[in-house]
């Protein structure tokens, strides 16, 4: 069963919502390595220069990783999903310790307040959207169709199984209106009728 039903606060399934999270997060790692090949290209400190080489490698293979997890949602590839959920945990981490090894190593309080900043507002994202992508990765692989209306997962056999509810209520209604004819319409007439032959 799925951890989310709906992605974002009711706007869009897990399935759109998956999409979303990998362009967003392809677009975010272009953005980021093209800022680590500027930085890299104007000099700096050695470990300024560490670091943004570290970054520079994450955000190549994330860029990878984004680009698969995106064709999974579209050609519904389970296995990239959950391929990507994997990898964005395992970059989360890689980014945790390139932060503490700016800290620790150098730097200005306000090169220190961006990076952690920048890498905290990084981690709620990737949290929000590993619940978002293994939700959708969880309903594929169960067979679940979740790109309908938002908060609906609708089963390959839950229509049907509607359908038979629906039909099993009408049977039961047709049942109670029946019933015993004595206990109908007849029923307020058989006294008369009774009082009829025993006059005759």
């Known amino acids: 069963?799925?951890?989310?039903?709906?992605?974002?606060?009711h706007c869009c399934n897990v399935r759109d919502g998956s999409l979303v999270v990998g362009v967003l997060f392809l677009a975010v790692h272009v953005l980021d390595l093209g800022i680590r090949v500027i930085s890299l290209l104007s000099g700096g400190y050695l470990y300024a220069i560490l670091a943004d080489i570290a970054s520079a490698v994450i955000d190549v293979v994330a860029i990878v990783i984004d680009s698969l997890m995106i064709q999974g949602v579209i050609k519904a590839i389970s296995k990239f999903l959950y391929w990507w959920v994997v990898a964005a945990v395992i970059i989360a981490a890689l980014g945790f310790f390139v932060v503490l090894f700016v800290t620790f190593l150098g730097g200005g309080p306000q090169n220190l307040i961006v990076f952690w900043i920048v890498y905290l507002v990084k981690l709620v994202l990737v949290i929000y959207g590993?619940?978002?992508?293994?939700s959708h990765y969880q309903n594929l692989r169960d067979g679940v169709v979740d790109d309908g209306p938002p908060g609906i997962a609708v089963g390959t056999a839950s229509s049907n199984e509607m359908q038979n509810t629906v039909t099993d209520d009408d049977d039961d209604e047709d049942k109670k209106k029946r019933g015993n004819?004595?206990?109908?319409?007849f029923s307020f007439l058989s006294p008369n009728m009774t009082g009829v032959t025993s006059h005759q």
Request: hydrophobic fraction near 55%; charge should be positive.
């Open 181 to 185: 004819p004595q206990k109908g319409f």
């Open 130 to 134: 590993v619940f978002v992508v293994y």
């Open 1 to 9: 069963m799925a951890i989310l039903k709906d992605s974002c606060f």
